[in-house]
């Protein structure tokens, strides 16, 4: 069974950092892209970003450029989303989800992680 | 980029059908044929419902199709059943800058 598994509820003051993080089982890990999603409070589905887990080469939402930066570690199957100074309007839940296939205009999000509920307040 | 536009909400009646539209642009939905539909239940992770504009995954139930004219693709659930009562958000590749766009997203109420 295909499943991505990400860490768990942070609460965070403005200006920290924070690693989040998306771990693939069930399948060839590297086989599939995984783009991260975010969902702010009430809010519909915004697409961030995503990194081919082979070679770690990203591309990011031009809605979203500079503010955070997403990596892999296909050593251990996980996808991670980090930022190093947060703001309060980072404040939202964040999903993982893998790409159906490799070709970038066909793609599809078959899978997805359970979220990351993330607050940035002082 | 802009979000693709979505009614905010749709209802109908058990058994009925409704139908949710999602329009973009000819450099989104009208300009490729990879529309996909996602159910997302409060609290829960989006599901795929639809890829390719039109064709289902395993296990998705077929009263739910979809299609596509232009710079409009719908999600159509036929024989509204109470479990189909949830958001759905439609999307669509936009080209190798944007990527892809989520639709602002619709609530589906059974009544």
């Known amino acids: 069974e295909v499943q991505l598994v990400q860490s768990g509820t942070e609460v965070k003051k403005p200006g920290e950092s924070l690693t989040i993080s998306c771990k693939g089982s069930g399948y060839s890990f590297t086989s599939y892209w995984i783009s991260w999603v975010r969902q702010m409070p009430g809010k519909g589905l915004e697409w961030m970003g995503r990194i081919d887990p082979t070679d770690s080469y990203t591309n990011y939402s031009p809605s979203f450029q500079g503010h955070f930066t997403i990596s892999a570690d296909k050593s251990v199957s996980t996808a991670y989303l980090l930022w190093s100074s947060l703001k309060a309007s980072d404040t939202a839940m964040y999903y993982c989800?893998?790409?159906?296939?490799?070709?970038?205009?066909?793609?599809?999000?078959?899978?997805w992680g359970q979220g990351t509920l993330l607050t940035v307040s002082s | 980029q802009s979000a693709l536009t979505q009614p905010r909400s749709v209802s109908g009646s058990p058994g009925q059908s409704v139908t949710i539209s999602c329009t973009g642009t000819?450099?989104?939905?009208?300009?490729?044929?990879?529309v996909s539909w996602y159910q997302q239940h409060p609290g829960k992770a989006p599901k795929l419902m639809i890829y390719d504009v039109s064709k289902r995954p395993s296990g998705v139930p077929d009263r739910f199709s979809g299609s596509k004219s232009g710079n409009t693709a719908s999600l159509t659930i036929s024989g509204l059943q109470a479990e189909d009562e949830s958001d759905y958000y439609c999307?669509?590749?936009?080209?190798?800058?944007?990527?892809?766009?989520f639709g602002t997203g619709t609530k589906v109420t059974v009544l």
């Open positions: 999307c669509s590749y936009a080209g190798s800058y944007t990527y892809y766009v």
């Open positions: 000819s450099s989104d939905v009208g300009g490729y044929n990879y």
């Open positions: 989800a893998r790409h159906s296939t490799p070709i970038a205009a066909a793609v599809s999000f078959d899978s």
